[in-house]
């Protein structure tokens, strides 16, 4: 409908031009008055205001032939360089155009019912009733809008600027704007259908909609209601001057009078607006100066040249911080090189043999990640490498330490001794892992003697930080009267893997730690092994404990699988969960001795 009766309008004022021009084609010797239309109008205003004030003027001066040419905005006029007398636009328009086309407002045109005549026009956010998230503007951002113009004064411009008044950039306030140009679907209907989730309307717009049947006015909501008592026409934003009837410096004194009483005196009848005379301005210009449009455009540039003009103190504030900063850093920066170096004197002799180390580790970390990865090794042959790495690291770390010692000339028959008797203790434990894996693969059951728990922790603790270049904070907390039958060194093998899965999981943490706790209960033996991780993902819980069902780049991905299996030789089991406070905990169930 919207579309029609703009085509209409738009029609009628064609028909008009064409028959002034047929007339003066054929001797019409009146006095021509051009009037320049800036196009930023509803198909309303064509229809209800500017053709019957075209109307009235012909009637009433029969001796001058009214000619309107219509410009698709204040840029088209501004361009076309054509000459006029009389210009009508918005109040936005006018207020850009004033000093390019040297304009003098005539007569203002006033809604009935607005409380003033630099108040007539503004505009309402509608939102469906049912919304019961959208309430004020902030709950509008980021959301749809519909709109039937882009360009009207009041029922556009004069909203965003609302929005930009309550702290929010309007320019980017929207994550979309559905533009329908009064065709069909409307603003209201693309809101009543669910396409957008606020509406635009020039003022008095929703009114006529209830008015005619269109929308219901429990259907919708309005946003940001600023409507005053006395008011008919709901309003989400302040009010500003109506559309201007404006005279040129092209025109005659004596038609310009003429012109400006006949508006004045034009009779109202049954229409809700009248022509009044021109009141402030400043209401425009300072929403153009906030929306930075027309005059104040160059505010939205951003060359540098404008930034540097415009925020040259604080640009000079911060280079002088950034300069500052600059020497501060470079005196810390001074500072611990001084010290990196001083350290790395006394530290390099061991970050040598610590990388030779590291190396040959590496070394025999991918080629094991190799032999997986190709099915060349079988299951027993890589836990068979799993367990044995340990005692063979601490065999080659006590080793290295004899022979630091003997090199530096510091060695003395104690501490040889000792040494020698943790690298035969570890040489007899790696037997006895083989024994172990051997009894495992033939399926024999597991050697079982009354196991302490609390010695089994402490070697426990002894090997594991012998054998890991582990930061975490290890803290061992086993009563020393739990006794349960077990295998030894099995049992230290299943603790050590949990241990490792711990270690390797706490990688990144600022303060890594690792707690191993247990007490005796029911005839049973928990045992459980936390970290303060960042724990396992959910869909991987039910999974763990089974051979290659997580992804381990780190390695063979065996720990939790063999710490499994020797739980399960044992007649107890393992359970996984996260912690509420964060990190990763197994309990191991093991049964305690019969009574």
Known sequence: MNRILRALARTALACAACAATLSFAQGDQRQTVRIGLVDNFSPRFYIQTYAPTIQYLKEKFPEYRFES??????????????????VVSSSGAFAVLRSKLGLEHVVMRRR????????????????????????????????????????????????????????YDPDSFFSGKLVTDYRYPDAVSLLSLGRADVAFLSTCRWEELIETGVVARDALRVINDKTQAGERCARSAEGLPGEIFAATPAVSSEVAKNVTIALLQMPRGERDWEWVSA??????????????????????????????????????????????????????????????????????????????LTQEANQTRHYLRLLERNNIVSQLSSMFAHELK?????????????????????????????????????????????????????????????????????????????????????????????????????????????????????RGVRKPEIQVSAASRAGHVRITVSDNGPGVPEQFLDKLGALGAVPNPSGLGMGLTIAAGIAEKHKGHLEFHNRPEGGFTVAVYLPGMPQ
């Open 112 to 167: 009935v019912g607005a409380p003033r005549a630099s108040a007539s026009v503004s505009g309402v956010m509608l939102v469906r009733a049912d919304r019961k998230d959208l309430k004020t503007i902030r709950d509008l951002k980021g959301k749809v809008l519909a709109t039937d113009s882009t360009r009207l004064f009041g029922g556009y411009v004069a909203l965003l600027d609302e929005i930009g008044r309550s702290g």
């Open 390 to 506: 340990q005692p063979v690291t601490n065999i080659i770390n006590y080793a290295a330490g004899l022979k630091m010692l003997s090199d530096s000339g510091r060695s003395s028959e104690k501490e040889t001794q000792l040494a020698l008797a943790a690298i035969s203790d570890q040489a007899r434990r790696v037997g006895d892992i083989i024994e172990r894996v051997r009894a495992y693969a033939k399926g024999q059951p597991a050697m079982v003697t009354e196991c302490r728990l609390r010695e089994v922790a402490e070697q426990l603790a002894r090997d594991f930080r012998m054998g890991q270049t582990s930061k975490a904070r290890l803290q061992i907390s086993v009563p020393g009267d739990i006794v349960l039958p077990a295998d030894p060194v099995a049992l230290e093998l299943l603790l050590l893997n949990l241990l490792r899965n711990g270690d390797n999981a706490l």
């Open 279 to 356: 009141t402030v301005l400043v209401p425009v210009y300072e929403l153009l100066e906030r929306m930075k449009l027309g005059p104040f455009a160059y505010l939205r540039e951003r060359t540098p040249a404008v930034f540097f003009e415009r925020y040259r103190m604080q640009i000079g504030l911060g280079l002088l911080f950034i300069v500052f900063c600059l020497g501060l850093a470079l005196l810390r920066i001074y500072r611990s090189n001084v010290l990196i170096r001083r350290r790395t004197q006394e530290l390099t002799q061991t970050i040598r043999e610590k990388e030779r």
């Open 69 to 86: 040419v219509e410009f698709d905005g204040a840029r088209a006029i501004e361009r076309s360089g054509e000459t006029f007398d009389f």
